[in-house]
């Protein structure tokens, strides 16, 4: 059942009108069993109150039974005060749940700057207590949705050498999204039982190739939070060498699927743009050139219009601050060559590329000439619908 | 009369149908006398051919006669075939106006990748030789424009020891604007005499104080061109320190003019940011914090839609890359203090927040609470019309 959460994890929401009356937006997921726990933060300097909690869990415990989760009200940039909030909510839900406060990992989203609403989290925890069992992955997923147009989970069953374990990503976007060593807010779940540092280390891997990939407009939030909650609750050990690749290899490939969505996803976008930038000197300078790339306005809007306006491309190429032999330069938009090796290439193929530009998915391909480093990258159009979005968020 | 240009120089255009058919996009200064050649060029790697032509003027020869200015065509990613036209351009105009090929700057801005319509060069040529005398600051500022909505040109008298000199910048926008040492199009005339390296020096601080700072959509265009031409036709020399001192003001602050004139038509622009960072450790760190925030689509966005979302300012200070202790960092928005020391600040101003949010101008003081570095910087807000604009800007 792709619905599914692993083996001992429960989840309930509440609607407690943090943002909006009438529609979920607490979650709380709880393991029967203590969970190995991995974490990736926003490089923000900014952490939002959770933020900070989810670190100090990580870094003294190691452990953890339970997610709090949270839309409407972001709880960053709320100084003492807010961290004082977040820690009440913990002792409040550790009180019905009967848990420690410490084993429950904190997680808001929604508007910065304004104090959690104390008094709507007293009203709603108890019923959030009570619905614990009664959602599914697309049910907690829905309670910490803010922008999002549609709900970003993914499962996955892996057979390792004792048994079969379930693997479920759950995560929101879909705006302020530039992941840098973690995303919005995401949550990993495991039946598996795993070591810690292989747990962490896997999971460091998979978000590196995945979430730090991704933008939708290039903002990295004070909020960007990725957990993995590892319970062992399906018996089966993954341990040797084989076990441990096959574990990474699948959570490698949900963590994508769902990072996919948030691009998918990124406020109003209608297109996913597949950057792939080769021939660099390094993998960091291919990184450099896919960001300019995939954060360029231009290059968004045009993508958004259907514009075969490939000149964008190769500008922000040259403003990347990645020194590359103009010469050596080559670009291939929807698979068709328009600039090879610095010049540009003038052929009868417009139309096919204006026919290929009205795909969900257009890949830029970019070759530097200039050595093996690769990189890929996915990023958002840029349309009214992002505008309306954000020029009004609050409201 | 401020639509005038310095002495001894003459202005012409000419309808050439490079993009819409019955309106000026080929213009033609002419200088009477030799001029001493200031110029500062785009960073991107990727530089039009006109930029390679006018970077070669500049530093083989340093003079010049007279500016070819096109909209409609950027000839930039055209390979050695757009050199080789740019090169034709120039010697047909000097043909006509009877000056040496070197003598005349080309200025080209518009799509990027096509090759130059040589057949169009060729028709419009002569009426536009043959218009020379007939335009002024103005309608030679028009022959360049692409999006713009309005004319960019001011134009300054200032009293030297030895007389009044005048000064003329006519410039264009509105996209593709984030100048990195120079801007998109940009002609600079005065009728002063100054030496050539006193000229270039303070061209070059005057635009590092105004179009390195400001900015509409992040993009660093490849065709980013200001040319300072001065022909000393004043009969008045600009060489003491005094007069040197009085010149350069006056220059800067009328680059200032039409550097803020780019950002208020930025493309659809309804408001302009204005930046300004205090406390950093150094001018670079202020720099960084200043442009992280102007290009921070969220805060863009926010502040065309009036929304006081302070918190996306606060994130994007975050995630500059600077290094500073979030408990330092205060923000005043409007004027009004949101966030002090790193803590909200939550009082009643909001509806009086919201209020000055509906001005033409909003100002952004952020201290960082680090040092004695500040920076300056100006960028245009991000709404429907940039979209509409730049998703089919082609057709």
């Given at each position: 059942?792709?619905?599914?959460?692993?083996k001992g994890f429960k989840a309930g929401a509440a609607a407690a009108s943090f943002r909006k009356p009438g529609r979920?937006?607490?979650?709380?997921?709880?393991?029967?069993?203590?969970?190995?726990?991995?974490?990736m933060f926003t490089k923000n300097l900014f952490k939002a109150a959770p933020v900070q909690i989810c670190q100090e869990i990580l870094t003294q415990y190691g452990m953890a039974r339970a997610v709090l989760a949270n839309a409407g009200q972001a709880n960053a940039c709320t100084g003492e005060e807010g961290l004082a909030n977040c820690r009440e909510t913990q002792r409040m839900a550790a009180e019905l749940t009967g848990l420690q406060p410490h084993e429950i990992l904190p997680l808001s989203t929604g508007v910065i700057g304004p104090q959690l609403k104390m008094d709507l989290w007293r009203s709603a925890l108890p019923a959030l207590a009570a619905s614990l069992g009664s959602r599914d992955a697309e049910g907690f997923t829905r309670a910490f949705m803010t922008t999002?147009?549609?709900?970003?989970?993914?499962?996955?069953?892996?057979?390792?050498?004792?048994?079969?374990?379930?693997?479920t990503v759950m995560a929101k976007g879909a705006g302020m999204i530039c992941p840098n060593m973690a995303t919005m807010l995401c949550v990993a779940l495991t039946d598996a039982e795993v070591e810690r540092t292989a747990w962490q280390d896997m999971f460091a891997r998979g978000v590196e190739k995945t979430?730090?990939?991704?933008s939708v407009d290039g903002d990295t939030s004070t909020n960007d939070t990725i957990l993995g909650l590892a319970n062992g609750a399906s018996g089966v050990k993954a341990a040797g060498h084989a076990d441990?690749?096959?574990?990474?290899?699948?959570?490698?490939?949900?963590?994508?699927?769902?990072?996919?969505?948030?691009?998918?996803?990124?406020?109003?976008?209608?297109?996913?743009i597949h950057i792939t930038v080769t021939g660099a000197a390094t993998e960091a300078d291919a990184r450099t050139v896919a960001r300019s790339v995939g954060h360029s306005q231009l290059v968004k809007t045009a993508i958004y219009g259907g514009d075969a306006n490939w000149g964008r491309i190769i500008t922000a190429v040259g403003y990347s601050g990645v020194?590359?032999?103009?010469a050596g330069v080559s670009l291939k938009l929807c698979g068709i060559e328009r600039f090879r090796q610095g010049q540009p290439v003038n052929d009868h193929m417009e139309d096919e590329l204006t026919e290929a530009l009205k795909a969900d998915?257009?890949?830029v391909e970019i070759c530097l000439g200039d050595g093996m480093g690769s990189y890929t990258f996915q990023a958002s159009d840029l349309g009214h619908e992002y505008v309306s979005l954000n020029a009004d968020y609050r409201s």
């Open positions: 059942m792709i619905n599914d959460l692993p979920d937006d607490l979650g709380l997921i709880v393991s029967e069993r203590n969970c190995v726990l991995a974490g999002d147009a549609f709900p970003k989970f993914a499962m996955h069953e892996v057979g390792l050498a004792g048994g079969t374990v379930r693997l979430f730090n990939r991704v441990l690749a096959l574990l990474e290899e699948a959570l490698t490939h949900i963590l994508g699927n769902v990072a996919y969505m948030l691009v998918k996803d990124g406020e109003g976008a209608r297109k996913v020194q590359v032999d103009p998915n257009v890949p």
